[in-house]
């Protein structure tokens, strides 16, 4: 029994990270059905976004209100929290779930796998990266990053043969609503730049991420200042877009099941899930599990939404993981090596300090003995000697006698 739960023990972290990538998986499905279903999708957006900041401030209090040394929230923070509720929030759902419509959910699945391609990118365009194919993670990085946007354009622009697995009849959208599920050339080009400017977004979202968890280091205080910001945002956006309150009605349906589903769900549980695994085994060991939500959209979307598997999906979305993995071994091995050399220039640093520290603190014992010994010798008194003081109390006693005497 105890290497039962020590084995369960080994094996956590791969299961956080397959119940992160089933559950992202199933708001692929419930955003197709609810787009199906005729609901708005920038109100699906808002109530999202809503849901998750009513689940993750009361968490963020409760976590972090006994912190000694939280840091202090600056007008710098509130700007980079408006900017991630815009990249991370308002824009990168609104992007996927239009390309959602417009192509699959597969395509739009296997797009969002370009982004750590995208990251690097932009990473590169504003001196965060280095590009270098002198060393073999320097182009395995440019290389992943070709491929992904190889696969990309394969998912745009061929479609190839219908691959037939076989027909279920376990359908889940309304029998109204059911057509088969075929994207004209148009609809998929423009679902491929929606999909693209999501994974740009999101690429931003990481770079000012980063900066703002610099100056305020409380991770989920910043998911809940993001989730705010982001449902203010997506808000305001849609009552411009759309000022129909009708929209706004949630039901006992699949609309209802959806925002909580995705808020509380996606981006309240599993982003806990997601930081624990980061801090159990490294962001690298996360981002290889991102390819298996395509898998798992794929099949879901043969089986429950009707939708048919092209050749040319199938081989964009391979091109795409191949370059996924590319970049992420080449980034690896390049954090790996940073981190070998940092102990060795750490130690050298460290014997020059405790050197100069050394000198400079016996420079300062002898200094400070000798103003001991200074500061004895000018308040000593000018009787230096007792024998001194021993004969001039004798010459006093004599005239004190004398005095008397006469």
């Known amino acids: 029994m105890v290497e039962f739960w020590k084995f369960i023990n080994d094996i956590k972290s791969i299961i956080m990270m397959v119940t992160v990538q089933v559950s992202f998986a199933v708001v692929n499905i419930l955003y197709k059905l609810a787009a199906v279903d005729g609901m708005n999708l920038r109100v699906l957006v808002a109530y999202r976004l809503l849901f998750a900041a009513a689940f993750i401030v009361p968490v963020a209090y409760f976590i972090e209100r006994n912190l000694t040394s939280k840091p202090k929230l600056t007008w710098t923070v509130l700007g980079q929290a408006f900017l991630c509720g ?3 929030g308002t824009l990168v759902y609104n992007l996927f779930l239009e390309s959602l419509v417009l192509t699959s959910a597969t395509f739009a699945a296997a797009m969002l796998n370009l982004i750590p391609a995208v990251t690097f990118i932009l990473a590169v365009f504003f001196r965060l990266e280095k590009v270098t194919l002198k060393t073999v993670p320097g ?8 491929l992904g946007i190889l696969g990309a354009m394969v998912l745009t622009f061929y479609k190839g043969v219908e691959i ?12 109204a609503a059911r057509r088969p599920v075929v994207h004209d050339a ?3 080009l423009i679902g491929s730049v929606l999909a693209l400017g999501g994974c740009c977004s999101y690429a931003s979202w990481l770079i000012v991420q980063a900066k703002m968890s610099i100056n305020y280091p409380s991770p989920y205080s910043c998911t809940a200042l993001m989730s705010i910001m982001g449902s203010i945002q997506s ?11 009708k929209l706004w009605k949630l039901g006992w349906n699949i609309r209802l099941l959806t925002v909580s589903y995705s808020g509380i769900v996606a981006s309240g549980v599993m982003v806990t899930l997601t ?13 290889i599990f991102n390819p298996l939500t ?17 050749l040319g999906s199938v081989l964009g979305a391979i091109l795409i993981v ?11 091995k390049e954090i790996k090596k940073m981190i070998k050399l940092a102990p060795s220039m750490n130690c050298e640093d460290t014997n020059e300090d405790i050197e100069i520290i050394t000198s400079s603190v016996l420079d300062k014992e002898n200094k400070a003995s000798k103003d001991i010994v200074m500061n004895n010798a000018s308040t000593r008194p000018n009787c230096a000697t007792k024998e001194d003081d021993n004969h001039s109390f004798r010459n006093d006693n004599i005239g004190v006698d004398a005095e008397r005497e006469s």
């Open 86 to 88: 815009l990249f991370g």
């Open 139 to 146: 182009r395995a990085k440019v290389m992943g990053t070709i």
């Open 164 to 175: 037939k697995i076989g027909s279920t009849n376990a359908h889940l959208m309304k029998e």
């Open 186 to 188: 148009r609809e998929r």
């Open 235 to 245: 808000v305001v956006f849609a009552f411009c877009m759309d000022r129909d309150l």
């Open 275 to 287: 930081a624990w695994c980061i801090r159990l085994k490294g962001p690298l060991f996360v981002s």
């Open 294 to 310: 395509v898998v798992l959209v794929a099949f879901a979307g043969f089986l429950l939404l009707d939708e048919k598997l092209y």
């Open 322 to 332: 191949i370059g996924l993995y590319g970049v992420v071994w080449g980034k690896g």
